[in-house]
T-cell receptor, first 115, second 114 residues
Framework: AQSVTQLDSQVPVFEEAPVELRCNYSSSVSVYLFWYVQYPNQGLQLLLK??????LVKSINGFEAEFNKSQTSFHLRKPSVHISDTAEYFCAVTPRQGGSEKLVFGKGTKLTVNP | DGGITQSPKYLFRKEGQNVTLSCEQN?????MYWYRQDPGQGLRLIYYSQIVNDFQKGDIAEGYSVSREKKESFPLTVTSAQKNPTAFYLC?????????????FGPGTRLTVL
């Protein structure tokens, strides 16, 4: 079985400041890793994912995440946030084997960007 | 425009009533999922289906039922046996593959029990 821990439930930051949202996972098998974003009263959208290859993955809107196998982490970072980044962010994993796309989610981190 | 639609957006139910939430996709995806979202709890899997006429229980299936008679549709019924049904319900779908595919989410249905 897999589990995901997002260490911070809420992260307030000022506009143009850097931010890091932390994600650790536990699994007895290899996993794929995802970050999803949810804007208020909407569904989730994929932000980025790690499948294989380079451990640093980037999104089109400036976020990046680094897979660290030894620390079982997949932290999300952005060097300079905007007001529009205010949303809830979910880290998720799914096992590589088995062929199922079932995702196990963390409890989410609410990012609030203040002017 | 391809995507996932959920209806209604808001739903109110009296205690003891069954209600059905609709989920339709035109992405030609084989797999579909239902999640429940509660504040501070993340998303928890209720049911999922990898192919028509087949579905499996997720982590919190008690008090819920589903059907998958068509590839495009995966309705969720919240029965009177669900003790605390007030929540935000999200439907998702994903293309076939060996794992690692993105799940595409609908806009959600907010269910409130009066």
């Amino acid at each position: 079985a897999q589990s995901v821990t997002q260490l911070d439930s809420q992260v307030p930051v000022f506009e143009e400041a850097p931010v890091e949202l932390r994600c650790n996972y536990s699994s007895s098998v290899s996993v794929y890793l995802f970050w999803y974003v949810q804007y208020p009263n909407q569904g989730l959208q994929l932000l980025l994912k790690y499948l294989s290859g380079s451990t640093l993955v980037k999104s089109i809107n400036g976020f990046e995440a680094e897979f660290n196998k030894s620390q079982t982490s997949f932290h999300l970072r952005k060097p300079s946030v905007h007001i529009s980044d205010t949303a809830e962010y979910f880290c998720a994993v799914t096992p590589r084997q088995g062929g199922s796309e079932k995702l196990v989610f963390g409890k989410g981190t609410k990012l609030t960007v203040n002017p | 425009d391809g995507g996932i639609t959920q209806s209604p957006k808001y739903l109110f139910r009296k205690e003891g009533q069954n209600v059905t939430l609709s989920c339709e996709q035109n992405l030609n995806h084989d797999a579909m999922y239902w999640y429940r979202q509660d504040p501070g709890q993340g998303l928890r899997l209720i049911y999922y289906s990898q192919i028509v006429n087949d579905f499996q229980k997720g982590d919190i299936a008690e008090g819920y039922s589903v059907s998958r008679e068509k590839k495009e549709s995966f309705p969720l019924t919240v029965t009177s046996a669900q003790k605390n049904p007030t929540a935000f319900y999200l439907c998702a779908s994903s293309p076939p593959g060996t794992g690692g595919n993105e799940q595409f989410f609908g806009p959600g249905t907010r269910l409130t029990v009066l």
